[in-house]
C-alpha cells in the first residue's frame, strides 16, 4: 500500500528537485563544454562567448531573487555590475604584479561582491520604500547615475600610491605608474584572468546562495512579504528587512557577476552598462519564470547564445530573435498549456 504524501512532503520533494536539476544542469553543461574544448570542436566565437554567458547567468540568478521572489522590480542591475566590474579591475590591478592570477581573481570577486552588497543596502534604504512604477524609475535613475559617475572617474597608482580624481586627470604618475580607470576610455590594458571554470563555480555558488536562502524562514518571509503586505506584517515579519535582504543579495551577485566579466576583457568602457544591458538580464528572467532559477538559467543561455547562431542570416538575424521572443512569451504565459503540465504532474504525484 502506498502511502499518500502531505502537503509539506511534497513542497520539500519540490525543492530538492530543483535543486538537483539546477545543478546537474550546470554541472553536466561545463562537462560537455570542457569535452568539447579539449577536442577543439568549438569556434574561437562561442569560446568568447563562455565566460560573458556565466556572468549573465548570475546576475540573472540574482535579479530573479529580486524581481521573482521578493516582487520588486529592479531595473538598476546594470549599474551594480558596473561598479563590480571596475571596482574589480581596480583592485585586480593594483595587485596584479604582487598576486597570482587565480587568488586575485577570487579577491577580486570577493571584494566587488561587497562592495555592491554595501552600495545596495544604502541604496536599498530610500529606495524599497517605493513600489511599482516608482521603484523601477528610481532603480533606472540609479544605473544611470552610477554609470555616468564612473564615466567622469580616473584611477591611477606608482610606487607613492593610489591615485583618484574626477572629471579630469589632475594627478601625474611617475615613472612605472599604471592608469587604471581612464574616465570615458574606461578600463584599458586589463589583464584578462576571467576563466570558464571560475565562472561555472560562481554560478554554482550563487545557485547555493539563492536556494538556502529560499529555503529558510527568511526566504518564507521574502515570499509572504510579496504575496501579502498586510497580513505578513500582522504575524510579525519586517516587510522591510525582507525586502532588503533580497535586494541586497541580488545586488551582491551583480557585482560579482560584473567582476567576472571585467576581468575577462583588455579594454572595458562603462556605456556596456547602460538601460540596455538591465532590460536584457530582466528578459532572461521573466521569458525563464519569475521565481523559477532553472528556466531564468535556460533563458540566459538561449537568448545570450541565439544572436551569435544566427549572424549568417545578417539582415534577418534580430527579425528571427524577435520572433523567438514572442514566441517564447506566448508559450510562457498561456494558461491552458500551463493548466495542462500542472494536470500531469499531479497526476504523477498521485501514481506514486
Not at 506584517?233 to 567576472?260: D, H, N, P, Q, Y
Amino acid at each position: 500500500m502506498t502511502k499518500k504524501k502531505n502537503l509539506f512532503q511534497i513542497l520539500v520533494d519540490d525543492r530538492h528537485r530543483a535543486r538537483t536539476i539546477s545543478y546537474t544542469m550546470v554541472i553536466a553543461a561545463y562537462i560537455i563544454v570542457e569535452a568539447m574544448l579539449r577536442s577543439g570542436n568549438l569556434s574561437n566565437l562561442f569560446i568568447n562567448l563562455l565566460v560573458p554567458v556565466t556572468c549573465y547567468m548570475v546576475a540573472a540568478i540574482g535579479l530573479n531573487l529580486n524581481v521573482g521572489v521578493s516582487g520588486e522590480l529592479n531595473l538598476g542591475q546594470a549599474g551594480f555590475m558596473a561598479i563590480g566590474a571596475f571596482s574589480g579591475i581596480c583592485l585586480s590591478g593594483f595587485f596584479a604584479d604582487t598576486i597570482p592570477a587565480v587568488p586575485r581573481l577570487m579577491l577580486a570577486i570577493l571584494f566587488g561582491a561587497l562592495l555592491t552588497a554595501l552600495m545596495g543596502f544604502l541604496i536599498g534604504i530610500p529606495v524599497l520604500k517605493l513600489q511599482g512604477d516608482y521603484l523601477a524609475i528610481v532603480t533606472l535613475a540609479f544605473g544611470e547615475i552610477v554609470k555616468n559617475l564612473i564615466m567622469n572617474l580616473y584611477v591611477g597608482f606608482d610606487r607613492t600610491g593610489l591615485k583618484v580624481s574626477f572629471v579630469q586627470q589632475t594627478f601625474t604618475l611617475e615613472e612605472g605608474g599604471r592608469i587604471l580607470l581612464n574616465g570615458p576610455m574606461g578600463s584599458t590594458s586589463t589583464q584578462k584572468i576571467s576563466t570558464f571554470t571560475a565562472g561555472m563555480i560562481l554560478v554554482i555558488i550563487a545557485l547555493a546562495i539563492v536556494y538556502n536562502l529560499l529555503y529558510s524562514r527568511h526566504g518564507r518571509a521574502i515570499m509572504a512579504a510579496r504575496d501579502n503586505r498586510i497580513a505578513a506584517e500582522s504575524v510579525g515579519i519586517s516587510v522591510s528587512r525582507t525586502k532588503m535582504l533580497a535586494f541586497v543579495v541580488s545586488a551582491s551577485l551583480a557585482g560579482a557577476a560584473g567582476v567576472l566579466y571585467g576581468l575577462n576583457y583588455s579594454t572595458l568602457i562603462v556605456s556596456k552598462f547602460d538601460f540596455n544591458t538591465s532590460i536584457l538580464i530582466l528578459v532572461y528572467v521573466v521569458l525563464g519564470g519569475l521565481g523559477n532559477i532553472n528556466g531564468t538559467l535556460i533563458a540566459t543561455v538561449i537568448l545570450f547564445l541565439l544572436p551569435e547562431m544566427l549572424r549568417s542570416l545578417q539582415a534577418y538575424r534580430m527579425l528571427i530573435y524577435a520572433v523567438i521572443l514572442i514566441l517564447i512569451m506566448l508559450i510562457t504565459n498561456n494558461q491552458s498549456l500551463r493548466a495542462g503540465l500542472q494536470s500531469l504532474r499531479n497526476r504523477g504525484k498521485k501514481d506514486e
